[in-house]
């Protein structure tokens, strides 16, 4: 079946612009987390959505970064007035359930690079 | 806070010789573990998990990990490297409710001819 999806696969985009990144989970799957990965670094936890739960936010950044979900599908990360330590990959994954240990699948992830 | 500390951020094997790639973690309570792989432009992968059952753990490829409570390790082997071994490997541990994992810093696994 079909894996996790994201979109754009690349994105270049210069500082101070809105950039809108896109999760497509694996359906059926309750969980959804958004990680980064910096140049060299391992990844980072930014957000986690489980059902209709109000989301952990607890490793978003700054207020600069915020993320939505709708039920059980599709999800969006915005970063807003972007910064050069923005650049990084940015990763979504979903699994069954999150309040178990599931395996986490993983997309192909965003590169953004802020100019 | 759960943390992980992968002890070398570069090995280099030849090929059908042993893979040993170290980690240990910090954790208040007892965790669940993994190890995943990134192969270059390739997704993330899981290649096994512990979770308090037994503490010998195989994964998928040949490889397994031990966990030894006494040492805080979790340490990735496999008996003998083969060249598409080569990739980046994640040791991870899950932090509380939401099992939201926290990553190691990686270390990158080279296999010579």
């Known amino acids: 079946g079909a894996g996790v999806s994201q979109s754009p696969s690349n994105k270049v985009t210069e500082k101070g612009k809105d950039v809108e990144l896109r999760c497509d989970p694996i359906?059926?799957?309750?969980?959804l987390y958004w990680y980064r990965q910096r140049l060299g670094q391992g990844l980072e936890f930014l957000i986690y959505?489980?059902?209709?739960?109000?989301?952990?936010k607890s490793g978003l950044p700054s207020d600069r970064f915020s993320a939505e979900r709708t039920g059980e599908s599709v999800s969006t990360l915005t970063i807003q007035r972007t910064q050069q330590e923005d650049s990084a990959v940015y990763l979504c994954?979903?699994?069954?359930?999150?309040?178990?240990?599931?395996?986490?699948?993983f997309g192909p992830g965003t590169r953004l690079t802020v100019t | 806070a759960q943390s992980v500390t992968q002890l070398d951020s570069h090995v280099s094997v030849s090929e059908g010789t042993p893979v040993l790639l170290r980690c240990n973690y910090s954790?208040?309570?007892?965790?669940?573990l993994f190890w995943y792989v990134q192969h270059p432009n390739k997704g993330l992968q899981l290649l096994l998990k512990?979770?308090?059952?037994?503490?010998l753990v195989k994964g998928i490829n040949g490889f397994e990990a031990e966990f030894k409570k006494s040492e805080t390790s979790f340490h990735l082997t496999k008996p003998s490297a083969h060249m598409s071994d080569a990739a980046e490997y994640f040791c991870?541990?899950?932090?509380?409710?939401?099992?939201?994992?926290?990553f190691g810093a990686g270390t990158i696994l080279r296999v010579k001819s």
């Open positions: 954790s208040s309570y007892s965790p669940s």
């Open positions: 359906s059926g799957h309750t969980a």
């Open positions: 959505f489980q059902g209709n739960s109000a989301p952990d």
């Open positions: 991870v541990v899950s932090e509380g409710y939401g099992n939201k994992l926290v």
């Open positions: 994954a979903s699994s069954l359930d999150g309040t178990g240990i599931y395996e986490q699948y």
């Open positions: 512990y979770t308090s059952a037994a503490t």
